[in-house]
């Protein structure tokens, strides 16, 4: 690292550690499986061990995404205007949820193809519509979450403001 992008990394607030990542990512799926595999079922009148399978599917593959995504858009959120995700203000919180179910819908619609057993457009539509679903469930999870779970400022961050 030569020493002016040292210097910056220095005076950068810290991103969510790994831990925190995964604690973050877990917490998210966990209580979205518990609203959309009811929701689901009822709305497809699918069993409840169906419309869990269908849904723990998408929800494996969002483990996997999410994280990823979530660390790349706080990454450029840091660089490009240096504040911590935690401090993000409403309207990029907004464009957040809205990326992340985005390119969620991209790697999950051929889940709901192949797992749920739905034709293509019908998964379309599923998938549409636990986006919309997930763009509310994920701006209030992420509030509440940046809430109870600040990113921490070291104490030289602090001294430097």
Known sequence: ????????????PPLRSVRERVIQT???EAG???IA?????????????DSF?????VS??????????????????????????????????????ICAELTSTLVTWPVIVFVGGHGV????????GLSTFYV???????????RLRPVPVRADDVCRS
């Open 32 to 34: 979205g499986l518990l």
């Open 60 to 97: 494996t593959v969002l483990l996997l995404w999410l994280p990823i995504h979530n660390t790349a858009f706080d990454l450029c959120e840091l660089r490009l205007t240096g504040r911590a995700a935690s401090d993000r203000p409403h309207r990029l919180r907004f464009a957040h949820a």
């Open 136 to 146: 509310l469930y994920g701006y209030l999870f992420h509030l509440v979450f940046d």
């Open 26 to 28: 877990v917490a998210f």
């Open 53 to 57: 399978i269908l849904v723990a599917a």
């Open 1 to 12: 690292m030569t020493p002016s992008r040292l210097s910056e990394a220095r005076t950068l």
């Open 121 to 128: 457009w019908v998964a379309l539509a599923i998938d549409v």
């Open 37 to 49: 595999v009811p929701l689901y079922g009822l709305v497809f009148e699918r069993s409840s061990f």
